[in-house]
């Protein structure tokens, strides 16, 4: 009862509202029946999505019928969920939940950790005027899954992707089905120094392909955050011919760009008010910032590829990726030479 009432007293000092109950009403479980409804709504609806469920609507049965309103579930947030207390399957249960109650009036949801294709599914099926998803190392989202939901979120202006498998594929296919889109984060774990690999890319492997997919679907952007991506001089170029209404461009940590090569390019960059250059301190970073180390030596067999400095070359500090993993987004580090992988 105590964290209850801490959350609630948290979430009222933050609104606009200045509240001065009785004594008695100041008891946890009844203070809140005595304010109208629309400010209790107003409170609450500061209070995160799991408390909702499994504190505030259990403490009494006004608060159980205010938890019911969809005005509370216009937006839905479920992140930093390692530490709960719960199983995943309880977790997409409740986001589910969540969603069910928003009756079609979500407007914003951020998952992290547990998204998949199921989830999204749930939340198309329910009808919602989503115009704002965020996705947090949502490992068990693929292309598929994300281009199915959201051509059924015609609403849909922000998508925020972090260290996720979407690959550039899936990146052109979401910008063709929606033409609204005005906001993209596409942010991985940088790599300094850059990677190079031994192979001829001739086979088909682009770094800039993602820059390329979004340069072609995606002219309506303001903000773009690309923090970590592994895009050369050229992707960059495309994205800003074909996007000339940014307002925002994070190219933080996207070693391969060298603006310092190209006087035209880097004029164009800084010429967009919120630009932020690969070098640019990351201090203000939700995220780790740290990079992976080193340089590719070569590409060893059923397509892992080495990455580390040549003094941890043959070193049990040598890193082994997959190397589609890397280029689908998600890069997955294992120990020493035959661990590794998925």
Known sequence: MLSISHSLRSAAESSSLTLRPSKEV??????????PRDISL??????GTIDKLMNIQKVSISWYRICQDPKLWRSIDIQNIKDLPYTSNNIVKMAMNAIDRSRGQLIDLKIEDFGSEYLLMHLINRGNQLRSLRLVKCLNLFNEGLIEAV???????????YYGKITYVGL???GRNCPGLKSLTYNKQGMFPPVYFDYDEDDGHNFSNEAFAIARSMPELRHLSLFGNQ???DGLEAILDSCPHLESLDIRQCFRVELEECYELSEKCFSIKGFRPPNDCTDDYEFD????DGQIIHIGNEGYFYIGGEDDYHTENYGEYRINDF??????RGRGGSGGGD
């Open 172 to 174: 052109e296919l979401i």
């Open 42 to 47: 107003e409170i609450l609806q500061k209070v």
């Open 151 to 161: 051509k059924k979120l015609p609403y849909l202006e922000e998508l925020h992707i």
């Open 289 to 292: 910032s740290s990079t992976l």
């Open 327 to 332: 280029l689908g987004e998600n890069v997955s």
């Open 26 to 35: 100041m008891k946890v479980g009844n203070w809140v029946d005595f304010l």
């Open 231 to 233: 895009m050369y001089n």
